[in-house]
């Protein structure tokens, strides 16, 4: 099967002019889906080079915690209970962070590394995507 490159560079473009993370073209059984992750701090350093704005000002370096899965983001385990994490507070690998229900399931949502947390990037209930920045540590 041979791949037209126009398809793909023209499909790209798309992704950048509208902000998509994903499109998809299909044309007889030929099937292309492009997709970026518009999290990723590369990306937007890369955008910014482009723009040639001052990158200290546009890029945000402190580390993300990411939600793992689609779902509601829970901040204690129970209505009225304690927060897990607090602004200000020293949290280590592997410490839940807070609950995320999908499918009337709910997991428990390690953090992937240590360090303060700088801000709560979600409000309890607050409904979260796949790869969203849950929380920002120093």
Known sequence: MKINKKII???VSYLKEFNLSEIEYSEDKTKVKVSRSLNN????LHEINNNKTDI??????????????VGTAYLAPEPGSKKFIEEGQKIKKGQTIMIIEAMKTMNHVPSTQEGIVSKILVKDGDPVEFGQPLISLK
């Open 41 to 44: 701090s590369s990306t937007q």
């Open 56 to 69: 200290k000002k546009d890029i945000d370096t402190s580390l993300k915690v990411t939600s793992p899965i």
């Open 9 to 11: 560079e023209e499909l």
